[in-house]
């Protein structure tokens, strides 16, 4: 295939392509990426390579172009990139759902392998609402949620994201109308661990689930939380007849020190969602884990089906990647690769304190983030962070990363820089 010019791809790509959030209004053109192997971005027109300092939005845990991942993927196509999954089943996706089941919180046993982690947030919702319906609760279907959230694009996950967060501001008052709490503060606090019971106790006739990011809300801020918050969470829940949802997309597979952010506080959901990372990023594909409790519930139902199934259900070729990323993780000490990053990160981002309009910097696991008390100038951010040979993505208030595991010190030390340089400069 030969190479568009750049010039040419760049005028096709503003003409007929549509990027996230895009097109946004003055937003400088994208760089074309060539290829990415390791931890780096290779540019094309020999414009160089960039560190990746995002991980493509949480997921490429182990670096571009892995062997073990393009061997698993390799394998898989010789037999059989997809089949459909209604009344045919295979080994990929069956050996999936069995590692996610072995390595969630205990309890989880059902897997429904979505194709994106919005889907898998439908699914989870369907899942609750359904679960009511069938135990002749048909009132409970709202969800609660705490403000600052992002759950994905698509209509239910939209309407427990952040209502002011400037995402989704266009849809409401067409948006199920969703129990808002107040977003929790980083440290423990009493007073908010009784506003979520006060709340949950409030609404329990309409409420069918809470649903939360567990430790880190992400999109919606890259905030953090005391693990007790999802204790508290638990306790109301089970105390009011309310089911629980983790969205655990951003969060799973390592990225704040725990295999889930659940188990920083032992806490098991009724409902889990996981992506991103699922598949080391090199896929799109999702899942949706529940309990024995909520499948049962529905199984006995008067529509005694889940229905959604869509066409790339239990994708082999996805699966088959998942598993190997699943192995290649458990199969190496990630944690202290996850601590070394988290250590890398608190030492390179120290220095981010003392930049005028920095207001807060805040690490966890291979996550570091410098809030400004301004809105960040995305353009000139980026081009500070590219021009120390770093790829990031500041949004709103925001300059973050999130490296892969893999990164080495001095690349973690090169990401620490560029955020800073992308703090002063933004
Ligand atoms: N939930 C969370 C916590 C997320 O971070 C995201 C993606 N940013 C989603 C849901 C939606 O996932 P996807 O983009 O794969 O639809």
Redesign the pocket.
Known sequence: MPDLPVPELLELDRRHVWHPYGPMPGQREPLVVESASGVRLRLADSSGELVDGMSS??SAIHGYNHPVLNEAAREQLARMSHVMFGGLTHEPAVRLAKRLVDMSPEGLEHVFLAD??????EVAVKMCLQYWRSLGRPAKQRLLTWRG??????WQ?MSVCDPEGGMHELWQGMLPRQVFADPPPAAYEESYAEHVREMVGRHADELAAVVV?PVVQ??GGMRFHSPAYLRVLREACDAHGVLLVF?E???GFGRTGALFAAEHAGVTPDVM?V??ALTGGYM?M?ATLCTARVADGISRGEVPVLAHGPTFMGNPLAASVACASIDLLLGQDWQTEVKRIETGLREGLAPAAEVEGVRDVRVLGAIGVVQLDHPVDMEAATRAAVREGVWLRPFRDLVYTMPPYVTGDEDVARIARAVCAAAREG
Do not use: R
């Open positions: 939005w949480w994106s982690g919005s889907v898998s947030v959230g992002y759950h994905g694009d698509t996950p990011e992400g999109a969205d997309i951003a969060t969602c992506g991103k799109t999702a």
